[in-house]
């Protein structure tokens, strides 16, 4: 379903290179598999897409006729991986839900908490919050501000259809104020961490209530822990990918930029950040993740790409068939000469600038990889989520870090803490 | 009208650290204002507020409320230099604008483009196209798409009142497609390039369209110009964040990040990014520029950015008055445990995460600068433009590079050129 091409990093990567790195690939599969390396009690994502049931999916299916019958906009308020995959899957499908959806408790902009409050106003909102704790200060407090609104609108019984909480199966205060409340709920498992959490009810309950087929997601995903089971890097693309870039940043390659010429993967880009930064940016160590829409990005950040430090190397994201394409028109003018492309379609172009680019950034010194779906679709979503979640946690036990915790995001927090109960 | 504050960067940047590089920084400001240094062709920016005329910015004045009476929507169709600024400003100044502005020719998504021609095509419109040439590919691919709809549409006579094309003032095939179709032009200047153009033309006539006080847009620039005119590092903040900036690439600092509080910065994150990375990244050298949208993206890079590999500094931009506040109600229940924040603005608490997050990377190895503007309007938009501009002129300088050229743009064209006429 994802075809993987490295041809991009010859010169850079010699068979040596990964035979070296081969007993550490092997050991992180044992390791992973075998739930005996580190962070091992969050490692309930590997076997998700096989655990999922039918009725839950069905359940949900039914719910989400119910709140997509009573609604306008869909609230859903969430931060880091109780954000990022929703709007990710979503923005992949490219607006093809069948309920808008509204995001809050991703940060503490005024203007936009303010901005959102007017847009839903007159209008008929469900609300999805999904925390595990109920107490990380953004959604809680968003969460707070919404929810007064709809009381006041709806008042408490009626409020009961339209707040559904994805939480804690038993503690936290999200838990609590459900319970308190009559709200529905849905269970965040605790062997899956945040940003591992995209296939669980995290990321599952709210694609369905927008309207997204997680049959399909999760369908793609069964295919992808299935095609990706065995430390074969031959035909293992998922390891091949977690090995190559370990490669890389043994040789000084210290950032990865994750490219792609098509903007609808922009928060799968964002996803991928907090998936690999997180999960391995610790003990002073870490591939810097960053990302790029293209072309558009090429006409700012290309020039340093080409030609500036070479400290860097290239992911692309592509896919084959576009939802739509746009046909160039003739021009009996031609004054811009653009008539030779005439006839064909704007994606054309744009599959012919990546190809331009990957090999104009391989000659000038930065090696590349591509990641192709054939679609945009829920079942290629899917399988592109587990590719890079199994990915992420090998590469992470390779380099030799927990993957799965992230204590480096209390740092702030504290601070952040200390200084608003001083007032 | 903006704060510069450097005292996260103590241990880091040491007094011998300035004195060493006080040199090189007279030097660099000798050659831009002499117009000696490399690239001194493209230094026109350098006092183009002073030189923008009055009469100018009447007539446009005259030509936007025209714009705003006949149309629902601007489209505005540009890449890169003729992108960035435009949207950044918008975003910014937070949707003040009184035609909303939909953009074009920034991309070659098809999925994109196909959205936006059925968005428009019942509703009235003018275009404003952006390219010095006419020929970069992007939007002279999406000119030709709307003209012919608009074509259609609206017939050649009206046309000429529907399409505006800001251009060179003499070459170019969009200089010829005015010409040969009667459509209003304007000039954008030989001597300023596209990321130093936001100031140009290039940024004013769509921002004049959408209907942005340009008057106070350029009254902040001029008093940018001024304020950072003479090479003294304890009074001038820009040459301060040249100077510091490059004291810690130095030092092994090789990624920046432009960190701030308020998502709507993303695109003068964006605009910067080009600014810098196009401006520096040459020669294999330069710094890295990457952005972050907090508290959102605490959530996801936050772990990297506390404990990841230390080849980080970072810079803050922090507004001081957001446009709306939004207060955090009491709740009874308190199951969340925030009541001792309740009657408080949620901006509040967004500025004392800010605080932690200076002090908690700080703390963690990750040196920070904050460059605090009082509000996020047109006056100091433009102020925070000149300074970045001056700061990235005497930056490159110093950094040893001629930061006004591009010449690593063209490597993935002429490959993508001559793939496509191969057909």
Redesign the interface.
């Known amino acids: 379903m994802i075809k993987f091409d490295a041809h991009y990093l010859k010169e850079s990567v010699q068979d040596r290179d990964i035979e070296r790195i081969v007993p550490a690939l092997y050991k992180a599969h044992e390791d992973l598999h075998g739930r005996k390396g580190k962070g091992a009690e969050f490692t309930g994502w590997l076997d998700l897409p096989s655990r999922i049931s039918d009725s839950f999916i069905k359940e949900l299916g039914q719910l989400a006729a119910e709140v997509q019958d009573q609604s306008d906009y869909l609230v859903s308020i969430g931060?880091?991986?109780s954000?990022?995959g929703i709007r990710a899957s979503l923005e992949f499908l490219?607006?093809i839900s069948k309920l808008p959806v509204y995001y809050a408790g991703?940060?503490?902009?005024?203007?936009?908490?303010?901005?959102l409050?007017q847009t839903i106003q007159d209008k008929r909102v469900t609300v999805v919050v999904i925390s595990k704790s109920?107490?990380t200060?953004?959604p809680?407090?968003a969460?707070?501000?919404v929810k007064?609104m709809l009381e006041a609108k709806y008042g408490a019984e009626e409020l009961k259809k339209r707040i559904i909480c994805v939480t804690d199966e038993k503690k936290g205060?999200?838990r609590?104020?459900a319970q308190?409340n009559g709200f529905r709920t849905f269970t965040i498992p605790d062997d899956v961490g945040?940003?591992f959490s995209v296939l669980t009810p995290v990321g599952l309950v709210p694609l369905a209530l927008a309207g997204v087929d997680i049959f399909s997601v999760m369908e793609g995903a069964r295919k992808a822990q299935s095609e990706y089971a065995a430390p074969d890097l031959d035909n293992n693309a998922c390891y091949r990918y977690a090995a190559l870039r370990n490669i890389l940043y043994g040789k000084g390659k210290?950032?990865e930029v994750l490219s792609s010429?098509?903007?609808?993967l922009f928060y799968v880009a964002?996803w991928w950040?907090?998936l690999f930064?997180?999960s391995?940016?610790?003990?002073?160590?870490?591939i810097?993740?960053?990302s790029l829409?293209?072309?558009?990005d090429?006409?700012?950040?290309?020039?340093?790409?080409?030609?500036?430090?070479?400290?860097?190397f290239e992911t692309f994201i592509a896919v084959e068939r576009?939802?739509?394409?746009?046909a160039?028109?003739a021009?009996p003018?031609d004054?811009?000469?653009?008539n030779?492309?005439a006839g064909k379609?704007?994606?054309f172009?744009?599959k012919?600038?990546y190809?331009?680019?990957a090999?104009?950034?391989f000659?000038?010194?930065v090696p590349n990889m591509t990641i192709t779906v054939c679609k945009a679709d829920a079942v290629h979503l899917g399988h592109l989520y587990y590719f890079f979640e199994k990915a992420c946690g090998i590469s992470g036990y390779v380099l030799g870090v927990n993957p799965f915790d992230?204590?480096?995001?209390e740092?702030?927090?504290?601070?952040?803490f200390?200084?608003?109960?001083r007032g």
């Open positions: 931060i880091g991986g954000y990022l490219g607006g991703h940060n503490m902009s005024s203007d936009q908490l303010h901005h409050l109920g107490t200060t953004e809680a407090l969460f707070r501000v007064k205060a999200l609590a104020i308190k945040g940003r210290k950032i010429f098509y903007p609808n964002e950040k907090q930064g997180e391995e940016g610790k003990g002073h160590k870490g810097f993740p960053a829409i293209l072309s558009t090429l006409h700012s950040m290309g020039q340093w790409m080409q030609d500036g430090e070479r400290t860097v576009p939802q739509q394409d746009a160039i028109p021009d003018q004054l811009d000469g653009f030779y492309v379609g704007l994606d172009i744009n012919k600038a190809e331009a680019t090999a104009a950034h000659e000038g010194g992230q204590p480096g995001v740092a702030y927090k504290k601070k952040m200390a200084l608003l109960k």
